[in-house]
């Protein structure tokens, strides 16, 4: 870890840069203003001061205001280096600079200096490791430090990721888990697991469950959507998209295509469970749960961002058509109630009703990734 609290390496960085038209040391009055420039939410001199004293501290979720104070630092001269900008972050616990910053802030800088593991084209782990304040390129920093001491090293790794843990529960996070807890919990009990057990009693018993299957389908991918921030993500802010109602409308959006598709996903392993007679451990009806859930936020996070690599823009015109799965979880629960004879009998048409809808969705997928690459 670093000798320096991030305070002391902030007032450190700050009193070693310049104003370029006094050539005086930068206050703290005007790290606040170019902060304000840089984001357009101006910072008090005695803001800054708290954070270079330690009394408040920035929370680990805004990464906008950590890559500007970086940049306005890196501009003035404090910070020359990646590693500097490095150095700044991990001695407060933040993740370090990731590919994408350092390509913003050290166009220059050759690539392999520094540890930079972030993929190019984000996948579904990468955005959840994300949403959890903890970068895959944080992930390898903390793996080489904890290689650096004598054998074993996973004793140090361990207590590396307990303290980010503990360290990443900031005031906006542990409200966070608590939503998250609630959400797994009340799609176990009523949103999702009773609709993948298909052990109806009676007609009257699948009403009720297809009833809070509905209503699931609805209420969950919009908290997951309203939950996912897009105000202080240094890409749509680049995009100056970060206040966008399209991109919000889009995120949701995502939401809802991500938990159909996990949930289909998960109702085909519980269909192929039955007819082939499988028993699996209880412990698997909750990653079953899980499923939907991660897909959805994955979705809220990709599908906004990839119409962008597609078109270079949002418009509704361009992914319209698939706000129609907002509605579709209570389609699909009609659906199965006027098939609930040709489930009670165990014939499959429910479950390859289910594969067609994702297959039609893959489909629509690839037709619009080709209609995108003949432009």
């Known amino acids: 870890m670093p000798d320096m609290s991030f305070g002391q390496q902030l007032r450190k960085l700050r009193l070693s840069s310049r104003d370029p038209g006094t050539g005086k040391t930068i206050s703290q009055e005007t790290v606040g203003e170019l902060l304000g420039q840089e984001m357009g939410v101006y910072y008090t001199g005695a803001a800054i001061s708290d954070w270079e004293r330690g009394k408040s501290r920035i929370n680990a979720d805004d990464r906008l205001l950590l890559f500007s104070l970086v940049k306005i630092l ?84 361990a207590v590396s990721l307990i303290r980010k843990f503990s360290d990443s529960l900031t005031n906006s996070s542990i409200p966070k888990l608590t939503i998250w807890l609630w959400i797994i919990w009340l799609a176990n009990e009523y949103f999702i697991g009773p609709s993948l057990k298909l052990d109806f009693v009676s007609r009257e018993d699948a009403l009720k469950t297809l009833v809070l299957y509905a209503a699931g389908a609805i209420i969950i991918p919009s ?122 009998s165990q014939v499959p048409g429910v479950y390859l009703a289910a594969l067609t809808i994702m297959a039609f969705w893959e489909v629509l997928k690839k037709r619009t990734k080709n209609s995108t690459t003949k432009q």
């Not at 190019?120 to 904890?146: C, R, V």
């Not at 598709?261 to 899980?290: H, R, V």
């Open 74 to 157: 890196k501009q003035h001269g404090g910070i020359k280096s990646p590693g500097d900008a490095n150095l700044l972050l991990e001695s407060g616990n933040f993740r370090a600079l990731n590919k994408q910053e350092m390509e913003i802030l050290f166009p220059n800088h050759e690539a392999g200096s520094e540890p930079t593991t972030s993929p190019q084209n984000p996948s579904i782990l990468h955005f959840l490791l994300n949403t959890l304040n903890f970068a895959p390129d944080e992930y390898q920093i903390m793996l080489e430090k904890a290689k650096q001491g004598p054998a074993p090293f996973w004793p140090r790794m």
């Open 223 to 344: 908290v997951i959507g309203g939950m996912t921030n897009t105000k202080n993500n240094l890409y749509w802010a680049q995009q100056n998209m970060q206040n966008s109602t399209i991109l919000r409308l889009y995120v949701h959006q995502g939401a809802y295509v991500g938990y159909h598709a996990g949930y289909y996903f998960t109702l085909l392993i519980s269909y192929l469970q039955i007819i082939m007679k499988i028993g699996l451990p209880d412990w698997m009806d909750l990653i079953k749960i899980i499923i939907p859930l991660a897909v959805s936020l994955a979705g809220a996070q990709l599908v906004p961002y990839n119409l962008w690599l597609a078109y270079s823009r949002l418009w509704l015109k361009d992914g319209g058509v698939f706000f129609v799965f907002i509605i579709l979880g209570p389609l699909w629960a009609l659906f199965f109630m006027k098939s609930y004879e040709l489930f009670s």
